[in-house]
């Protein structure tokens, strides 16, 4: 049984930083491709960060880009998602997910992922 267990995240002003982490379950994440994503009261959720660790391929989206580092720890089998320069607009619940190779075809698509975690909430004020 493969579980996601987000944690950290919480309340920051604008320009400071946070990190979330995901610690998974059941099988190596090097396994899989591993994402975050997030979502906003009233939006669609998006994609954030993604880690394709048999290629040695990290991505972020344009928004997060030079702010988000994605990140692992394979010996503790976590994914950490550290954020820095925070804007309010990165307000949102960040979801860790996972997918398999052979499965995911767009990596910012939900909906190719079949593994989710409960959700951490990140909130930045201005």
């Known amino acids: 049984q493969v579980q996601l267990v987000e944690s950290g995240g919480g309340s920051v002003q604008a320009g400071g930083s946070l990190r979330v982490s995901c610690e998974a379950s059941?099988?190596?994440?090097?396994?899989?491709?591993m994402g975050w994503f997030r979502q906003a009261p009233g939006k669609e959720r998006e994609g954030v960060a993604v880690?394709?660790?048999?290629?040695?391929?990290?991505y972020y989206v344009d928004s997060v880009k030079g702010r988000f580092t994605l990140s692992r720890d394979n010996g503790k089998n976590i994914l950490h998602l550290t954020m820095n320069s925070l804007k309010p607009e990165d307000t949102a619940m960040y979801y860790c997910?996972?997918?398999?190779?052979?499965?995911?075809?767009?990596?910012?698509?939900?909906?190719?992922?079949?593994?989710w975690g409960q959700g951490a909430q990140v909130t930045v004020s201005s």
């Open positions: 880690m394709i660790t048999s290629i040695e391929g990290t």
């Open positions: 059941g099988y190596p994440i090097s396994d899989y491709y």
């Open positions: 997910a996972a997918g398999s190779r052979g499965v995911v075809r767009d990596i910012w698509r939900p909906g190719d992922y079949k593994y």
